[in-house]
């Protein structure tokens, strides 16, 4: 008995069509020599001399950084976007993405992706506009179309200015500029007393250490972005924003500390 299942987003024919399009026969032995052959040519983008357990190692954890984001569009183009409504791609050769855990993958998968997977990664930055303009933010932990909002920071912003500086422009820039500068400044989480008071206190909002360094961080990629774009008062802005941080520094006991108002928040066990 030879079973075939189609997926889509957006419908059951949408679901018939991948299928037809993808899998038109019924030979096991096809799909997995294509499958095989597809990531053989992922794999063979980095090239390692080592002995086999370590290729093996190596190779797997490569492997692991690739199983997502998740391909969304229908193979017509179709999707569903942020605001649950089916939309049509313009250029049939992009592609919409799902899955992006951005609070996991912003430090090193992205970055690895702006090295060996530029074309996919413009993609990645198209799907975040067009999450934007749908949604009314950037991503900041994306799943099937939904924001579930389950980790802090808004670090879709981190992966747009990283491959931006390292010239992968192929999305428009002005629009990218306009959503992270949006999302930073958006009335949620605590970003309001963080820019009005140089940091969240404790009182603002949970985990408000962490929140305070994320957002800290996310505020110097938009000013390194608008730098790069001659968006020099913006530039201005969320540099200064960006040493935040420091409000949260302790010099006695040299951590980051929770803080109530004027004072540090205590009793403090490192």
């Not at 993958?105 to 997977?117: Q, S």
Request: proline share 3%; aromatic share 12%; with cysteine.
């Amino acid at each position: 008995l030879l079973i075939k299942v189609g997926m889509s987003h957006v419908d059951e024919a949408g679901a018939k069509t991948n299928l037809d399009a993808e899998i038109p026969h019924f030979s096991l032995n096809q799909v997995y020599t294509e499958n095989t052959r597809k990531w053989a040519q992922e794999l063979d983008k980095v090239n390692i001399q080592a002995d086999p357990q370590t290729r093996s190692i190596f190779y797997s954890a490569l492997y692991h950084s690739m199983i997502a984001p998740n391909l969304m569009s229908d193979i017509d183009g179709r999707y569903r976007g942020r605001d649950q409504k089916i939309h049509q791609l313009k250029d049939l050769q992009d592609q919409q993405y799902t899955v992006f855990s951005l609070w996991d993958t912003y430090r090193a998968n992205h970055p690895l992706f702006t090295l060996i997977d530029q074309k996919r990664t413009g993609a990645y930055i198209r799907t975040f506009l067009r999450q934007y303009e749908q949604g009314g933010d950037l991503p900041v932990w994306e799943l099937a179309g939904c924001e579930t909002e389950c980790m802090i920071g808004y670090h879709s912003v981190s992966v747009i200015s990283d491959a931006y500086l390292k010239g992968i422009r192929d999305f428009d820039a002005k629009l990218a500029l306009k959503a992270m500068v949006s999302t930073a400044k958006a009335d949620e989480f605590g970003k309001i007393a963080y820019a009005k008071n140089g940091l969240i206190s404790s009182a603002d909002e949970p985990e408000s250490v962490s929140r305070t360094l994320e957002y800290a961080y996310d505020d110097f990629c938009i000013s390194e972005m608008a730098k790069a774009m001659g968006v020099k008062e913006l530039a201005a802005e969320f540099e200064k924003r960006s040493y935040h941080f420091i409000n949260l520094y302790d010099p006695n006991s040299k951590f980051m500390r929770a803080r109530r108002g004027a004072q540090w928040y205590g009793p403090f066990d490192p």
